[in-house]
């Protein structure tokens, strides 16, 4: 739901349809399954890959290749590493 908060700061029309965020947990005992239905903008099937059973993602691998590849130490913070 940040990402429709972020877009939103932008274009506050993207929050006219559902005005109210939520995030819903259903379960079906039968079919052995559980939903989680919200009202946020959809991951694409990457983010899904890179996300779905992360509890914590630190930025640290990301910044330490961002910095083999030539990048200047400028970018501190933009990874969630901090210093």
């Known amino acids: 739901m940040d ?10 029309d993207k929050l006219a349809a559902q005005p109210d965020l939520y995030i819903r947990i259903t379960t079906d005992r039968e079919a ?3 939903t989680v239905e919200d009202a946020g903008i959809a991951m ?11 509890i914590a993602k ?3 691998k990301a910044f330490m290749e961002a910095i083999s ?15």
Do not use: Y
Request: a neutral charge.
């Open 3 to 12: 990402k429709i908060r972020h877009q939103a700061l932008q274009d506050p």
């Open 32 to 34: 052995r399954s559980l």
């Open 44 to 54: 694409t099937r990457d983010e899904m890959i890179n996300n779905l059973g992360t």
């Open 58 to 60: 630190s930025g640290t």
């Open 69 to 83: 590849m030539g990048s200047d130490l400028s970018m501190i913070g933009q990874f969630g590493v901090g210093f």
